[in-house]
Each structure stands twice: as C-alpha cells, then as structure tokens.
C-alpha cells in the first residue's frame, strides 16, 4: 500500500514539472491508485480523463486475500467508482469485464471494449539453435510459463505437475520472469528437491520471443476463482503469434478463446493431475501440438487480436473525446 500511495502521490507532483500542453490524460488500473493519480492530474490541467481497466481492484484484491480491512475495502470501492464517474471514456480489456462495469451504471456511451493481444512484429517464431543450446533445452520437451511469478497464478500447482512427471527426463519446465512469489517458488522447488525445473531471470520484451519460439508448450495459468473466468491474459496472444500451443488453466472468456482457436488444451485450475496429463499428452503427441500452435497463429491474424488494430480502435476514442468536432476514420 506505501509503495503503491507514493507513486500516486509523486506522479501527481511530477506532472507539475512537464512543459507543454496536454489534451488528455490516459491511465491504466490495475492497480488503482494510479487511475487516481491521472484523475488528480487531469483535473488540474482540466482536460478529459481516460481510464483504461486491466483488471478490477478492489475485487481482485480482495478475492486473492491481499486485502481484507472492511475500512480499506469500502474506500476501494469508493475511488474505483469516483474514476469510473468521472473518467469521459472507460476502456475494458475483456468482455467480463465490460459486464461488470456496465453493471456498475455506467453509461453503454462511455465504456468502450478493446480486447487483448500481441504484437506480431515483436512476437513471432524465432529460431535460435544458440540460446537453445545454453539453455540445455535441445532435445527436451519445454514447459515453459513467462510472466509474473504472482499470486494470482498459482504456479505451485505447476511445480507441482511437474513432480508428477519428474520420472520422465525429457521433460524441462522453465519459469520466466519476477514476481513477489518467485524466492518462495525457488524454495518450495529446492525443498522438494525436484530437478528439471528452471528459474530463469525476467528478460526484456522483445526477446521474450526468442524464449517462446523454444517452448514445446506455454502455460497459461491463474487460480480457480469465479472473478478470473472474466480474464483474458495477453500471454495467450503472444504465444499464439510464436506458433506455439497452450496449457490453459483459466476458466470463462479465456477458455472460449482457446476453444475457439483450437489453439491448445483447457484444465481446470489448480487441478495437478489435469495439469500433469495434459502436459505428459502432448508430450507423447508432438504433432498435435504443433497443429495447435498453428491454429492459434492464423486465429490471432484472423480475429484481429493484433496491437495495431487496437491501436487505431484506442486512437479514435481518444481522438472522438478530445476533438469531438473532426471526423475521425
């Protein structure tokens, strides 16, 4: 809470030292006091306010357990539906999402849909025989989750599936990325004394790619929670554009997606021996995932799931507010 109260805070005395005009200030939650912040600015500067919405707090807070102070909770709530009101336009990254907003009142006229997904110019397939090879993964079934080693993803139950298929040497799992959960991963790993297992550090985002394209298999997961079956995680799209399957584990509007896309097998969150046989199937059945991978590659071109579409989509709702008098294509 002190970290997330002091970026609020600097941001807003920051923004006093930026020269020039502004037609509008854009801000992402989660998490939300950075929608306050840009509230804050904007309101100074008196010009239109957009909120993006990532991920709804204080729900998703409060579901997780992160926080539980009734007092806390209500003033949660209280902020989030401020920006909500006073933002021109509310932007949502998922149909769930969109849901509940309206749900909330808000005008059909404010609240805009822009769904996840990648940019194919970063994230493609990628064959780099060298990093392969230092990373020990030639000849190895890879596993391989990338992204915030949070919470929210309960990657225990991964480490988990994993210890079920240890008697299998072929089989590497690799976890990339950072997160407040990732020494107490290296620590649940190392007491088990499981082997197979990787940890490697975060890496910048238009290398992720080179990471992806030498996985045999990408794990999508987050914890069994009815808040999560409005999720749709962007590491979908970015796998997807590297031609590679997924292991999904969330369940609603993401699992729709996949199923849609044919683009790779849904188990039910946190389920270890789901986990474990869908990942010892595909092991035994390369060709499968291969056409899986495939199917989620032509679906993200043929869905429009692409950065630069939702690019132009984002600009013509910025563009109506500030210049509601131009005809904007």
């Not at 989750?145 to 993803?153: M, S």
């Not at 059945?285 to 199917?295: F, Q, V």
Request: charged share 25%; hydrophobic share 45%.
């Amino acid at each position: 809470m002190l970290f997330y109260l002091s970026f609020m805070v600097t941001a807003v005395i920051n923004s006093f030292f930026l020269k020039g005009g502004y037609d509008a200030v854009f801000a992402t939650s989660p998490p939300l006091f950075v929608g306050i912040a840009g509230l804050a600015i904007a309101r100074i500067r008196g010009i239109p306010f957009i909120l993006e919405v990532r991920d709804l707090w204080p729900e998703s807070a409060v579901e997780l357990g992160q926080l539980g102070n009734p007092r806390y909770i209500r003033s949660g709530y209280a902020l989030a539906n401020l920006c909500y009101r006073r933002a021109r336009a509310v932007v949502s990254v998922t149909q769930g999402i969109h849901d509940v907003l309206l749900s909330k009142g808000l005008s059909p006229d404010k609240v805009f849909l822009i769904k996840n997904g990648t940019n194919p110019e970063r994230y493609h397939y990628i064959c780099d025989g060298a990093l392969e090879e230092k990373l020990g993964w030639k000849g190895k079934f890879v596993v391989l989750y990338a992204g915030i080693h949070g919470v929210a993803q309960g990657l225990e139950k991964i480490i988990d599936a994993a210890a079920l298929l240890s008697a299998e040497a072929h089989i590497q799992f690799a976890f990339i990325g950072e997160g407040p959960r990732k020494r107490e991963l290296r620590e649940y790993v190392a007491k088990r004394g499981l082997l197979g297992i990787q940890f490697l550090p975060e890496v910048p985002s238009d290398e992720v790619a080179r990471y992806l394209s030498l996985a045999s298999v990408c794990v999508v997961p987050l914890k069994k929670n009815e808040l999560f079956k409005g999720a749709l995680p962007s590491k979908m799209f970015d796998a997807w554009a590297c031609g590679k399957p997924l292991l999904l584990t969330v369940d609603g509007e993401a699992r729709k997606e996949l199923e849609s896309a044919r683009g790779g097998v849904f188990v039910e969150p946190e389920n270890v021996e789901a986990i474990a046989g869908a990942i010892d199937m595909l092991f035994r059945n390369p060709s499968m995932g291969k056409e899986m991978g495939e199917n989620g590659r032509r679906y993200v071109y043929e869905k429009g799931y692409i950065r630069s579409v939702q690019a132009k989509a984002l600009c013509r709702i910025i563009e109506n507010i500030v210049r509601p008098d131009v005809q904007h294509g």
